[in-house]
């Protein structure tokens, strides 16, 4: 995913990420083979039953199956999420959405006192090999704390440039966890 941030004014931070190239070329190919399936039945079945129910059966099967796809495809393709920072009412609301944001959530920033990066071992990926850094809100609370994560990131210096920032605006610590081999 290709993360980018923005400060808005003085008080504001918004943060929204756009799905990789390859992830949105398997979306294509998703959307593609859900218009494939929809290609190969009617749509609306003649006013006459068919003689052989195999017809009707085909239909019913294929466009469950043709939903599902497209529906995955819909949100490799255009799936968008992201977050805005409000430090002058101390909120923080996270959205997901397909090209504009459709669904979200806003959490009181009180009670957080800390910006973490952290640091995931390398992974598999389709492009290799690949550490995640993670930028997270921390803060005092049950067990280990209270966390909300924020973003993972496998460019380094984008992640520690976002945290930085968002420590900025909140006028919070920032605690480097990262304990990466450089």
């Not at 995913?1 to 190919?29: C, E, H, K, N």
């Not at 920072?85 to 800390?114: C, E, S, V, Y």
């Not at 803060?139 to 973003?151: A, P, S």
Request: aromatic content about 10%; proline content about 7%.
């Amino acid at each position: 995913m290709t993360p980018v941030w923005q400060r808005i004014g003085p008080d504001t931070l918004i943060f929204r990420t756009s799905p990789g190239w390859y992830v949105m070329a398997v979306g294509v190919l998703f959307i593609a083979i859900a218009l494939y399936l929809l290609t190969q039945y009617p749509l609306f079945p003649p006013l006459e039953p068919p003689r052989d129910s195999r017809a009707m059966t085909d239909l019913c099967g294929a466009l469950p199956v043709a939903a599902l796809f497209a529906s995955v495809g819909l949100l490799c393709a255009f799936g968008h999420f992201g977050f805005i920072i409000d430090a002058r009412t101390r909120t923080i609301r996270k959205w997901w959405g397909l090209g504009r944001p459709l669904w979200h959530r806003t959490h009181a920033l009180t009670g957080f006192n800390h910006v973490r990066i952290g640091w995931k071992p390398p992974r598999y990926s389709f492009v290799g090999e690949q550490s995640m850094f993670l930028v997270s809100l921390g803060g005092l609370g049950t067990g280990r704390g209270r966390v909300l994560r924020l973003v993972a990131c496998a460019d380094e210096q984008a992640a520690r440039r976002l945290a930085a920032a968002i420590a900025r605006l909140l006028d919070l610590v920032l605690c480097d966890d990262t304990g990466c081999p450089r």
